[in-house]
Nanobody, 124 residues
Framework: QVQLVESGGGLVQAGGSLRLSCAASGRTFSSYAMGWFRQAPGKEREFVAAINWSGGTTHYADSVKGRFTISRDNAKNTVYLQMNSLKPEDTANYYC?????????????????WGQGTQVTVSS
């Protein structure tokens, strides 16, 4: 059974930074792509960033490009999301996800396993 556990969320002022972590277990982590999504109250879940199996390819939503960085440590079975220059509109519950693909995917339906989420709140 694949398990994903996010951590690192919290309350931060606009312009600040946070680093989210997602620890994975239950299968060979290094074989599969990972993604981060977020969902704000009353809004649909949206893609944030994704990384391929090796970490050599990444993809970002336009809204976070240049501010967020996704990375992974396959030795630690962990994927990270470094978030800089945070804005109030980044406030959401952030989820990590994985699926059957080794390459980057940007659609939520391409992911089979989801974490419980970690809340990020950015105050103005």
């Amino acid at each position: 059974q694949v398990q994903l556990v996010e951590s690192g969320g919290g309350l931060v002022q606009a312009g600040g930074s946070l680093r989210l972590s997602c620890a994975a277990s239950g299968r060979t982590f290094s074989s599969y792509a990972m993604g981060w999504f977020r969902q704000a109250p009353g809004k649909e879940r949206e893609f944030v960033a994704a990384i391929n199996w090796s970490g050599g390819t990444t993809h970002y939503a336009d809204s976070v490009k240049g501010r967020f960085t996704i990375s992974r440590d396959n030795a630690k079975n962990t994927v990270y999301l470094q978030m800089n220059s945070l804005k109030p509109e980044d406030t959401a519950n952030y989820y990590c996800a994985t699926g059957p693909y080794s390459i980057v995917r940007v659609t939520a339906t391409d992911y089979d396993y989801w974490g419980q989420g970690t809340q990020v709140t950015v105050s103005s």
